[in-house]
């Protein structure tokens, strides 16, 4: 990890201007201080190494097929919008993999690069490929809206402050490495860093074009938000959150599917 800072550093330097870019189909404009490159850089290190200690059901299950089945759809079809709409190099060095862990947590997550992984806790919630794809396609759009960078600059702002961000980060590897994890949600620092209300709005709209690209009807997103707000208390850490409500949530969502649906190709496969 300590070689990534120190590459990154120089990078750093060069960065002095404060980079200001858009969210696809948003179009929010938006603050990050982190280069892409180290953000996919620490995804895959970061990926690796939880891979290592939460070893990936293997051989593939009939679950675990339809994970991968559902992520590479969504995939493909948000590389294509990105293509068409001259956007590539969000996704430049990504390499997409999706894995399915045996865990009774109820959560799923997405890091740069295209580091998926999916728990089996939260496999009886989305029950079919339509559902899956409501939370790979919410989880993908956190990493696309490049979230993590967002919320890491502004932490790291706090941390940072007075030293610079280059400087703490290098001497600071562990602790710039929890906050990236925290971030996107893994490990025991639950909602410490947790997106926002603003992020998770953001991922659950373009997370309903991701998967009306893909094929898959936007509608299911409802009834699959509905039956998470009666599971009450067994809500995915990632998708935990006190805001937005869960009301709030499925309205935004039943008010965005027209628009949603613009996107929506009738998927005749799987
Ligand atoms: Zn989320």
Redesign the pocket.
């Known amino acids: 990890m300590n070689k990534i800072f120190r590459n990154v550093f120089v990078v750093l330097l060069a960065f002095s201007i404060i980079a200001c870019s858009k969210v696809p189909i948003t179009g929010r404009k938006q603050l990050k201080l982190l280069p892409d490159s180290m953000m996919k850089e620490m995804g895959q290190t970061n990926y690796a190494a939880f891979l290592k200690e939460n070893p990936a059901v293997s051989p593939p299950t009939r679950q675990s097929v339809e994970v991968t089945t559902v992520g590479t759809r969504i995939s493909q079809a948000v590389e294509k919008y990105l293509k068409d709409n001259g956007m590539s190099k969000k996704i430049e060095g990504y390499k997409w993999e999706f894995n399915v862990v045996d865990s009774k947590e109820v959560n799923a997550w997405c890091m740069p690069g295209g580091k998926v992984v999916v728990y089996t806790g939260i496999l009886p919630l989305t029950k079919d490929n339509a559902g899956l794809a409501v939370v790979m396609g919410?989880?993908i759009?956190?990493a696309i809206a490049d979230?993590g960078n967002e919320r890491m600059s502004q932490e790291l702002a706090v941390q940072a402050a007075g030293i610079g961000l280059s400087v703490y980060m290098q001497q600071n590897p562990k602790q710039t490495n929890d906050i990236f994890m925290s971030a996107f949600?893994v490990g025991s620092q639950l909602g410490m860093l947790a997106?926002s209300r603003q992020?998770?709005l953001e991922?659950?709209k373009l997370g309903l074009v991701f998967m009306s690209m893909a094929g898959y009807n936007p509608e299911r997103a409802v009834s699959f938000w509905q039956e998470m707000a009666k599971a009450g208390g067994n809500k995915p850490p990632?998708?935990l959150?006190t805001h937005p409500s869960d009301d709030r949530r499925i309205a935004q969502i039943q008010a965005y599917l027209p628009e949603a649906k613009k996107y929506y190709v009738v998927n005749t496969g799987n």
């Open positions: 919410h989880e759009a956190h979230h949600g997106y992020h998770e991922a659950d990632e998708l959150s």
